[in-house]
């Protein structure tokens, strides 16, 4: 913790202090820093990258003590499952805010066992309401709501992840987004744009894949089949026009996609990493399969090839920054 405090002087002299119980403040919203995947996590510590300046911290969080963690959201924010009461928690792993949700047992008759709750994604769709999504159900709630309220989910809307203080998803034909702009209106799922992709969007053939450029924009990346071959494809988001628009490249940037989650990395901070490529995560299977694809150049659909043949072999120390990526996405 020490470390971590260290860091956050310079910090905390310039800035407000942050609410102690209001891990939904957007001013203190770690959004560069990532949790590392390392097992086990040693008496809750775990180690925080920063993926604007590649900074590595060793963090405390004793607030994991009791909980069940899942996957951060785009916000940085850590989801707790409090493991005796069942109520959600936020976290933020910087500032150790905590904000408390309702317990997800009011959820009871749409989920299977509580042990076997698992979240595909979740985040803000505005200010001050939580969004969380699985196969099975849509929620949503604010602190201080007794009970999550259910959105009506008529088809698979996976990745969803939050941009720019609202909740987006992808189904067969369209991008979605939650809304709940009126207090008196039932929130629900909205189209935001129109799925047009270049090859006919299958989930037996691939996926979709969201993702937050850092420079204003969502992008979405199709991972599909062409004759036997992986072809990877990116659009921007014109939300303004509700439209899907290709783009040949990433302005330099490179993203890391995953089933549930994806991120967006720049060459600069981690020169290792090349520009305008596509990383798939190990869940997606690509970089263990017949092709074993470590990075897909956008431009003319070149490979640069991975090493690994057994997705369960332990890592040999010490990896790339490309490989903890890949994991965590």
């Not at 911290?57 to 951060?72: C, D, K, W």
């Not at 979605?176 to 047009?196: G, I, K, Y």
């Not at 090349?274 to 956008?298: N, S």
Request: charged share 20%; with cysteine; hydrophobic share 40%.
């Amino acid at each position: 913790m020490s470390i971590l405090v260290g860091r956050m002087k310079p910090w905390r002299r310039c800035c407000a202090a942050p609410p102690a119980d209001d891990a939904l403040d957007r001013r203190f919203h770690p959004r560069q820093w990532l949790i590392l995947p390392e097992k086990p996590r040693i008496r809750y510590h775990c180690r925080l990258l920063n993926l604007s300046t590649g900074e590595c911290i060793l963090a405390h969080l004793p607030e994991f003590r009791g909980h069940r963690v899942f996957s951060p959201s785009t916000e940085g924010l850590v989801l707790l499952l409090h493991e005796s009461t069942h109520v959600a928690r936020l976290l933020n792993p910087l500032t150790h805010q905590l904000t408390d949700l309702p317990p997800v047992t009011t959820l009871l008759d749409l989920l299977l066992p509580l042990c076997d709750l698992s979240v595909d994604g979740f985040g803000l769709a505005d200010d001050r309401t939580v969004v969380i999504h699985n196969t099975v159900f849509l929620a949503v709630a604010k602190p201080g709501d007794k009970c999550w309220t259910a959105v009506n989910l008529s088809d698979c809307l996976r990745p969803s992840m939050s941009f720019a203080g609202r909740f987006y998803g992808v189904t067969s034909d369209a991008i979605m987004v939650v809304e709940v702009s009126r207090e008196s209106q039932t929130p629900q799922l909205v189209e935001a744009a129109d799925l047009t992709l270049q090859h006919r969007f299958s989930r037996m053939l691939g996926s979709a894949h969201l993702v937050d450029n850092n420079i204003g924009e969502l992008l979405l990346v199709h991972r599909t089949l062409s004759g036997n071959k992986r072809l990877y494809q990116a659009y921007r988001l014109d939300l303004d026009g509700r439209k899907t628009v290709p783009v040949r490249g990433l302005g330099g940037r490179a993203v890391f996609i995953g089933h549930d989650c994806s991120l967006s990395v720049s060459p600069a901070t981690f020169p290792s990493i090349v520009g305008d490529a596509v990383y798939p995560g190990f869940d997606c299977g690509d970089r263990t399969g017949l092709e074993h694809i470590e990075a897909y150049h956008l431009a003319d659909g070149t490979i640069e090839h991975s090493c690994y043949e057994d997705p369960g072999k332990e890592w040999e120390h010490p990896v790339s920054i490309a490989d903890y990526l890949s994991s965590w996405v």
